[in-house]
């Protein structure tokens, strides 16, 4: 066992190109060479730190070495040696480390949040893959998960526990990669490395998803405005990312326990090209509740697709005399079997010109319009969007 608390042989199986694939990652940049090692620096903490990366494994005291070099990083990173020492043999996994702070002693969890901690992490990732297959935002995820989504998850992996609060570590496999001909580190965009990994893609829709949701979740918090987790559905952010969010959290609606904090922080592969390093997203036990509430919202939001409506409308409205318009049907659903079901309810919708000519003709005439389109929740109403469909009955 060596100083570091890593065993000898390990540290000799280490590589000098995978663990200068995680200096780079981790944003240290190379500034010269020292005899047979290579210095790297970086500003961490507001001081300029080195570290010396021995090049050539056939050294006498490449061990010695490569063991100063992990000290070295530790101090920096404010984590034990042997944490580093798993980054850097776990090159070929994007690992998303999830920190949960229970009231419970450093190292503990309740059983009921830790399996509720354990099906969030899977769910999370869950949504950042369906959200990286489809390509399109989406407000809720379909129920029926893509093939491939499914895949991904099936490939992910819990690695072990480390010290602190309560920790997951949540590692997901990338293929091995080839960087370009020359200097490992060149300019060249993406390392010249197309396509870029399925499972790549999903860990950076994850990142920005958490960032955009915890930005959305701090702003409503401070306001009660939860249009931002609805504006976040580009980078990913969904109901279904928010409750697995929410369920890392301690929270899943039900009220059965206390929400604690958490915090969430991303190491990337080195194989492949990766996001600048920034700091873990910290959710606060207020926070989980908000992004509980703003996944029920957004539930609401999702459009009712392909849905009929029969009413008559309470109100018209248009600029001039010719043009597009705006109406108000009172409405119930029409089924598949031609029934109607649920309450009358107040609905929103533009027309163009010729339906609302007609729409017009039928309020005068107290004549029902049955039209077809996608029923969504705005806030306090409802509207009908996407109208494939107008009849006068």
Known sequence: MSAVGVPEHELAALRPGDVARYLHGRGWRESGRVRYSHRWEREWGGQRRRVLLPMDPGLADYTDRMADLLDGLAAAEGRTPAAVHQDLIRTGFDVQYIRMFPRTPSGTIPVRAGVLAAMGAQDLLMAAACSAVSGEPRLVQPRRKPERARQIVDSARFGPSTPGSYILNLQLPLPDAESPQGHLFDEDPAWRLDPEPLARTV????HAAVAATLTAAEHTAGTDDVSPFAAGAEQGVSADLCEALAAIGGNDGRGSG????FALSFVWSPRWPAPA????????????????????????QEPELAVTIVGRTTKLKRAGDFGPGEVTIEARLLKENGDLS???????LRLRQEDYDRATDAHRERLDLKISGDLARRGTYLELTNVTAFDVL
């Open 258 to 261: 206390p929400s604690h904090g």
């Open 342 to 348: 649920g309450q009358e309810r107040q609905i929103h």
């Open 203 to 206: 860990t950076r829709r994850m």
């Open 277 to 300: 390093v920034a700091p873990p997203a910290a959710f606060s036990p207020r926070l989980v509740g908000v992004v509980r509430e703003a996944a029920q919202d957004l539930r609401r």
